[in-house]
DNA sequence: GCTTCTCCTACCAAATTGGTAGGATTAAGC
DNA sequence: GCTTAATCCTACCAATTTGGTAGGAGAAGC
């Protein structure tokens, strides 16, 4: 498994802010009952997003959450990093520098393991599909989805899928 | 974490098989020794590399595992299969048809939900990024490494990284 | 018949994951 | 100023997965 849940609700968290026509805050309540997820642990999930400034909170009755930034310009590599802490290949990736990419702890002096070449390279790929998706483009996609199913009411969003 | 030490020692082994010079089968204790790898484990990790015939064992006495194929005609995609069952971006994903490459769970009826279409897009990414690395490439990758640290008595391999 | 291998299966400890519980704190609306 | 609806924060917990060990049983060379 390359994700866990916390990437998965939290994209599907963030989808959800995006597709809100105006920018008041949506309370987590809401988000939890449309997508039919624990109420609980999404709050921590959310503190994630927070913590990485792609949400913005209002506190008190009325208040919850709404994106800090244009969905056009929240790419799913900072989301994902966001959320998972890293996108390490190997146990043997060490946090490191920079956004996500993280270096190989086996070999420290210059020399390289062929293993090593290989995650690389995988993660290389999982970054760069990650970079190319921006949340408009998933906003995009659910939107139609939706179409396609009924043609809704306007500003009513139905649970994309019910687990419950 | 995308792959397990499954994935790390398996592929490991196959490049040690690859960086024999004849194709006399070579002691799974010796591996182990050679990498500071646990014997007991590998022995598991080996029966899942034969299971999907990529290498071939012979029993008894001087016995041991050669690689089924030209290295050049292995490709990573099928290896970390065997290996690690499956590249499942998510747990929504289930094991479905052909090569590893599996689908979602959530909606069966032809709709998508918009997570299922990023997750898809990091999986092929993965998957490409397996498929265009051979076992020989790697092999080359290690031989390399091992020339521009000391130059080697011939035949004789030297464990890449000692964790023991 | 010893030794050196592959093979097989059951067990186990530690870590991670996914989630719950319980409560502060903050702000709107009456 | 009370109530209510929210965010925030932290500790706990059960199930699963992971990484590994143990203990053998068969096969083949010497």
Redesign the interface.
């Known amino acids: 498994?390359?994700?866990?849940?916390k990437?998965?609700y939290g994209?599907?968290l963030l989808?959800e802010l995006g597709r809100q026509p105006s920018d008041s805050p949506v309370s987590l309540k809401a988000i939890a009952e449309n997508e039919g997820l624990p109420l609980a642990y999404l709050e921590r999930i959310v503190a994630l997003l927070k913590r990485a400034e792609l949400v913005e909170s209002t506190r008190g009755a009325h208040g919850g959450y709404r994106l800090a930034r244009d969905p056009e310009n929240v790419t799913?590599d900072e989301v994902v990093l966001a959320l998972e802490g890293s996108?390490?290949?190997?146990?043997?990736f060490v946090d490191e520098t920079d956004d996500g990419r993280v270096l190989c702890s086996?070999?420290d002096d210059g020399?390289?393991?062929?293993?090593k070449?290989?995650?690389l390279?995988?993660?290389?790929?999982?970054i760069?599909?990650?970079r190319r998706?921006t949340l408009a483009e998933?906003?995009a996609?659910?939107a139609k989805?939706d179409v396609?199913?009924t043609p809704l009411p306007l500003g009513d969003a139905l649970p994309?899928?019910s687990n419950a």
């Open positions: 498994m390359i994700f866990t849940t990437a998965e994209v599907r989808v799913m996108v390490a290949p190997m146990s043997c086996h070999v020399e390289a393991c062929a293993t070449f290989l995650w390279r995988v993660q290389g790929g999982v760069e599909a990650l998706t998933l906003v996609f659910s989805q396609a199913k994309l899928h």
